[in-house]
C-alpha cells in the first residue's frame, strides 16, 4: 500500500509559477512509477507529467512541455512538479499517482494504483 498527499496548489497570476509536492507513505517509494494529473471542472481528468522509478526518464504532455518540470527524491520519499509560466488553463485539480515501474501506456489513468487527494490549483489572469 502507498498513501500520497500532494501539496503546494493555491492561487497564482498568470506567468507565475508553484511547485507541487506529494509525499509518499511506504519503504517502497523509490519502485514506483510516479505520475501527475489534473481535472478541471466539467472535464476528465488528464496526464500532466510521469517520471521512472529511478527518476532517470521523465514523460510531459505537449501543453506543458518546456514550462513544467517532474522530478522525485527517493531518499524523501517525495515526487514535485516544478510549474513555470502557469497559464489560466493550467487551473485544474491536481493529483499525483503511483503504480508499478514500466515505461508502457504512462497517460492512462486506469493504469496507475495509487492516488491523492488532490491539490487546487488555480492561475487568474
Known sequence: Q???VESGGGLVQA???LR???AASGRT???YFMGWFRQAPGKEREFV???RASGGT???TDSVKGR???SRDNAKNTVYLQMNSLKPEDTAVYYCAARQDYATYYSATRTYDYWGQGTQVTVSS
Open 20 to 22: 507541487l509536492s506529494c
Open 15 to 17: 506567468g507565475g509559477s
Open 68 to 70: 513544467f518540470a517532474i
Open 58 to 60: 521523465t514523460y510531459y
Open 2 to 4: 502507498v498513501q500520497l
Open 49 to 51: 507529467a510521469a517520471i
Open 29 to 31: 517509494f523509490s519502485s
